[in-house]
């Protein structure tokens, strides 16, 4: 069982930088695959980033590859999406999740294969 809480989200211009921090609590995150996914409203839930046991491998969707950059510090417990260049589509509530699955593969992306959710945190970008 492990407690995870977002933080670092808020509204920034089109083109600026932030960077969400997912703290977990309960149990060391060193056994999850760690990833992030973000829901805008009336959408669906999508993909964002995953980062295996050791900070590799990292799997991203294509709409955020080259501005975004997961990352995990195991000592921290604390997991990191760092998101550059932002653009208003990128609005969306972000969920940090761990997954307890075996091995990592490209089915990391699915967000059925995650055990726990954090609550999100709010990303708004402005035009």
């Known amino acids: 069982q492990v407690q995870l809480v977002e933080s670092g989200g808020g509204l920034v211009q089109a083109g600026s930088s932030l960077r969400l921090s997912c703290a977990a609590s309960?149990?060391?995150?060193?056994?999850?695959?760690m990833g992030w996914f973000r829901q805008a409203p009336g959408k669906e839930r999508e993909f964002v980033a995953t980062?295996?046991?050791?900070?590799?491998?990292?799997l991203y969707a294509n709409s955020v590859k080259g501005r975004f950059t997961i990352s995990r510090d195991n000592a921290k417990n604390t997991v990191y999406l760092q998101m550059n260049s932002l653009k208003p589509e990128d609005t969306s509530v972000y969920y940090c999740?761990?997954?307890?699955?075996?091995?990592?593969?490209?089915?990391?992306?699915?967000?059925?294969?995650?055990?726990?959710w954090g609550q999100g945190t709010q990303v708004t970008v402005s035009s």
């Open positions: 999740a761990a997954s307890l699955v075996l091995e990592f593969s490209d089915s990391n992306s699915d967000s059925n294969k995650y055990n726990y």
């Open positions: 980062v295996g046991w050791s900070g590799a491998p990292r």
């Open positions: 309960g149990r060391s995150i060193s056994s999850y695959v």
